[in-house]
């Protein structure tokens, strides 16, 4: 009859079996462990740019404290976002960079990418945070660093800068748009989280008292929109707005309002 194999108190073959699936197992471990932080360890001179995420709308603020609504960055220049929510869990993807990174109330997480070519490239929210959550789209807008240059020298105030705009339309649809205001208030009339921007100067609020939007009334809002409208509201507070950007988004109402009651006047 065949006796089966018995490795009982075999030492060499207790000791491959042991120190094999070691070194294996600790190799996976060491690849893994080291491609993970390549991806989590951005370069030394890195650009580093914050990231602020709100319903439902992207902030970027440049290391010179500008902000804008798409995030501009050099060809070639490793980039290290830290990233931030001021409302509820967010997640930053840019495909093309293969990056996806939560952003989470009160927590800073962080990630880096660089971007090899010129081009513009797609950032989407892949968490589900809320009414406009489809909408909540910016962009990584690439370019050369003499572009970069440009975008940065824009700066109001800044040394050899252009003068800052007047406080119009313009410049106020320049503020709606970096403050994220436009990702639940419309300019034409369409409904979205919030009121229309288009005819609300001159209109009865939301508020308990139904008071007539007017200068003081915005100005108030922006400071505590929950304590002025009387009721939970999801729009964030604005106190760190400057007098000037108060101004143009005041210049934005009264033209969107005007230009409302113009085509009311013409119907």
Same mark, same amino acid.
């Given at each position: 009859h065949p006796v089966a194999a018995d490795f009982d108190g075999n !030492?060499?073959? +207790?000791?491959?079996?042991?120190?094999?699936?070691?070194?294996?197992?600790?190799g996976m471990f060491w690849s893994g462990w080291h491609s993970y932080r390549a991806l =989590? *360890?951005?370069?030394?001179?890195?650009?580093?740019?914050?990231?602020?995420? =709100?319903?439902?709308s992207w902030d970027f603020e440049y290391p010179d404290g500008r902000h804008s609504p798409t995030l501009v960055v050099p060809v070639g220049q490793a980039v290290r976002l830290s990233l931030t929510s001021t409302d509820v869990i967010h997640g930053f993807f840019a495909p093309a !960079?293969?990056?996806?990174?939560?952003? %989470?109330?009160?927590?800073?997480?962080? /990630?880096? !990418?660089?971007?090899?070519?010129p081009g513009e490239f797609v950032i989407f929210c892949s968490v589900y945070c809320g009414l406009e959550h489809a909408k909540m789209l910016s962009a990584i807008r690439s370019v050369s660093n003499e572009?970069?240059?440009? !975008?940065?020298?824009? &700066?109001? /105030?800044q040394a050899g800068a252009p003068?800052?705009?007047?406080? /119009?339309? +313009?410049?106020? =649809?320049?503020v709606a748009e970096a403050q994220g205001c436009l990702g639940c208030h419309s300019l034409d009339g369409s409904a979205g989280a919030g009121p229309s921007l288009k005819g609300l100067f001159g209109a009865k609020s939301s508020a308990? *008292?139904?008071?007539? %939007? *007017?200068?003081?009334? %915005?100005?108030?809002v922006l400071r505590d929109p929950a304590k002025r409208l009387g009721k939970p509201s999801m729009m964030p507070a604005f106190p760190a707005l400057t007098e000037p950007e108060?101004?143009?988004?005041?210049?934005?109402?009264?033209?969107?309002?005007?230009?409302?009651?113009? &085509? /009311?006047?013409?119907?």
């Open positions: !030492f060499w073959a +207790e000791l491959i079996w042991i120190v094999l699936p070691t070194i294996l197992v600790l =989590r *360890d951005a370069p030394p001179d890195a650009l580093t740019i914050k990231v602020t995420a =709100r319903m439902w !960079f293969r990056l996806k990174i939560d952003t %989470v109330p009160g927590l800073t997480t962080y /990630g880096w !990418f660089r971007a090899d070519k572009e970069y240059q440009r !975008f940065l020298a824009e &700066k109001p /105030g003068a800052a705009p007047a406080a /119009g339309p +313009e410049a106020g =649809r320049a308990r *008292d139904h008071a007539v %939007v *007017d200068r003081a009334l %915005v100005e108030a108060r101004e143009a988004l005041l210049a934005l109402l009264e033209s969107l309002a005007a230009q409302h009651g113009a &085509k /009311g006047a013409h119907q």
